[in-house]
């Protein structure tokens, strides 16, 4: 049963579903499809609502366009101090897909940067468009992620590239997310909605019981990890943090140049 009325309206979102697949798709194409607070309260509502909705089968979880899947917070929300006001939001979504009873697939169709990044990779399965870009950017603009946001990465890569990608805020061509693991397929962008199809009825053809029991079979591995929220980041940030280091770094982002963080250290 749906949780949602079918007259409910979101702002940040499109959601959809037919054919016995949910299609939620991040519709801030101007921002790149980067998320405030609202946003990630749609996502987890329209998250919610096709798990538990019984004539779905598959969620497919993308942005708008073509430039981007998600690059993570908006800049200019988390200047205005939207982490500091919503610190749990990040970490509830990544719940929500985990516990999500149906299979969930990213489909990547442009940048996959800081919170989309790890959006993706939280996702059962990610399907990307060969111009995708993948990676962190957190230490860059003063955005703090702790917790299983960060540690399941190493879970996908192995520690070393995890730490790379986390701590050096490179960033990844699609080929190469796919030779780490990170990405199940790689395709041409006329060819990601077909990919994804394809991918879908592969699934839909199978005992939804069965593949439920995997999913939670999979997850349980991790629940330890999920349950440890986010007491590192609580415990580490100074008080004055979201003041002086990360109004640095959006302030940099935001005029085009390098943060000087060397004044904190």
Same mark, same amino acid.
């Given at each position: 049963?749906?949780?949602?009325?079918?007259?409910?309206?979101?702002?940040?979102?499109?959601?959809?579903?037919?054919r016995h697949v949910a299609r939620i798709t !991040?519709?801030?194409?101007?921002?790149?499809?980067?998320?405030?607070g609202d946003t990630l309260n749609e996502l987890m509502l329209a998250i919610e609502d096709a798990g538990h909705n019984d004539s779905v089968g598959v969620v497919v979880l993308t942005?708008?366009?073509?430039?981007?899947?998600?690059?993570?917070?908006?800049?200019?929300?988390?200047?205005?101090?939207?982490l500091e006001r919503q610190v749990l939001e990040p970490y509830s979504l990544h719940l929500a897909v985990s516990r999500c009873p149906k299979?969930? @697939?990213?489909?990547?169709?442009?940048?996959? @940067?800081?919170?989309?990044?790890?959006?993706?990779?939280?996702?059962?399965?990610?399907?990307?468009?060969?111009?995708? !870009?993948f990676g962190q950017n957190g230490p860059r603009v003063g955005s703090p992620a702790s917790g299983p946001l960060v540690?399941?990465?190493?879970? @996908?890569?192995?520690?070393?590239?995890?730490?790379?990608?986390?701590?050096?805020?490179?960033?990844y061509k699609a080929s190469q997310?796919?030779?780490?693991?990170?990405?199940?397929?790689?395709?041409?962008?006329?060819?990601?909605?077909?990919?994804?199809d394809k991918w879908c009825e592969e699934i839909l053809a199978l005992s939804p019981t069965c593949v439920r029991v995997l999913k939670a079979s999979f997850v349980a591995? !991790?629940?330890?990890?999920?349950?440890?929220?986010?007491?590192?980041?609580?415990? @580490?940030?100074?008080?004055?943090?979201?003041?002086t280091e990360q109004q640095?770094?959006?302030?940099?982002?935001?005029?085009?140049?390098a943060p000087d963080f060397w004044k904190f250290r």
């Open positions: 049963m749906a949780l949602l009325s079918p007259n409910h309206k979101f702002s940040d979102i499109v959601y959809e579903t037919a !991040i519709n801030r194409p101007a921002q790149m499809n980067a998320f405030t942005g708008s366009g073509e430039r981007a899947f998600c690059v993570g917070g908006d800049v200019n929300w988390e200047k205005e101090g939207g299979p969930v @697939i990213a489909r990547v169709n442009g940048y996959a @940067i800081g919170g989309g990044n790890h959006l993706a990779y939280y996702c059962d399965f990610t399907i990307a468009a060969e111009h995708a !870009i540690s399941y990465s190493a879970r @996908i890569l192995g520690h070393k590239r995890a730490r790379e990608m986390w701590m050096l805020c490179r960033k997310m796919l030779d780490w693991g990170l990405v199940n397929a790689v395709v041409p962008y006329v060819e990601l909605d077909r990919e994804v591995d !991790i629940e330890p990890m999920l349950g440890a929220g986010d007491s590192v980041r609580r415990h @580490i940030l100074k008080r004055d943090f979201y003041e640095e770094g959006a302030r940099a982002f935001l005029e085009k140049r």
